[in-house]
T-cell receptor, first 116, second 114 residues
Framework: EAGVTQFPSHSVIEKGQTVTLRCDPISGHDNLYWYRRVMGKEIKFLLHFVKESKQDESGMPNNRFLAERTGGTYSTLKVQPAELEDSGVYFC??????????????FGPGTRLTVL | AQSVSQHNHHVILSEAASLELGCNYSYGGTVNLFWYVQYPGQHLQLLLKYFSGDPLVKGIKGFEAEFIKSKFSFNLRKPSVQWSDTAEYFCAVSGGSTLGRLYFGRGTQLTVWP
């Protein structure tokens, strides 16, 4: 069974540009999560999709970030325009159910974003 | 809001040494507790989790963790580490109304010398 995949693995852009990150969850997983780790800090929750609906987007830092999950399959996270403080590793995770006592969140390899 | 503290940022051990990584969380309600591990070049993967029952939880690769509710702690232990345990370890918690959302600590980098 294929795991969670993310594309690209690395992205280097200049401040003010736009970047789109993609996440393909494990097939059949309705729940998809985005997290971000800024260097040296904790991994922070960004948002949670259940199928194509945003269940919880309280962790999104500001309106420069837009996440979509059309059709309830893969998800994209767009940053427009990118700022220096957006640099970090963006992780995607998926799970079949939402209850973490019975379900596990499986993480992708992450996308390392560097904004110059 | 929930938060997680991992007190050790970098731990260096020799093979066969015993390991204990500290994790404390702040949340007064019912929680699920996790340890994730990221080996060099690999994905974050679940090492073990606690959600109810026996507070001593056993995970993969000989790791275990003990939930002590009175101390809000969930420390990770292994009696004898191996070089292959070199990785970054993350403690995480979920619970309450933010179902599904994980709150992570800053991570502890473990380096094991052969």
């Amino acid at each position: 069974e294929a795991g969670v995949t993310q594309f690209p693995s690395h992205s280097v852009i200049e401040k003010g540009q736009t970047v789109t990150l993609r996440c393909d969850p494990i097939s059949g997983h309705d729940n998809l999560y985005w997290y971000r780790r800024v260097m040296g800090k904790e991994i922070k929750f960004l948002l949670h999709f259940v199928k194509e609906s945003k269940q919880d987007e309280s962790g999104m830092p500001n309106n420069r970030f837009l996440a979509e999950r059309t059709g309830g399959t893969y998800s994209t996270l767009k940053v427009q325009p990118a700022e220096l403080e957006d640099s970090g590793v963006y992780f995607c995770a998926s799970s079949q159910g939402v209850s973490l006592s019975t379900d596990t969140q499986y993480f992708g390899p992450g996308t390392r974003l560097t904004v110059l | 809001a929930q938060s997680v503290s991992q007190h050790n940022h970098h731990v260096i051990l020799s093979e066969a040494a015993s390991l204990e990584l500290g994790c404390n969380y702040s949340y007064g309600g019912t929680v699920n507790l996790f340890w994730y591990v990221q080996y060099p070049g690999q994905h974050l993967q679940l090492l073990l989790k606690y959600f109810s029952g026996d507070p001593l939880v056993k995970g993969i690769k000989g790791f275990e963790a003990e939930f002590i509710k009175s101390k809000f702690s969930f420390n990770l232990r292994k009696p004898s580490v191996q070089w292959s345990d070199t990785a970054e370890y993350f403690c995480a918690v979920s619970g309450g109304s933010t179902l599904g959302r994980l709150y992570f600590g800053r991570g502890t980098q473990l380096t094991v010398w052969p």
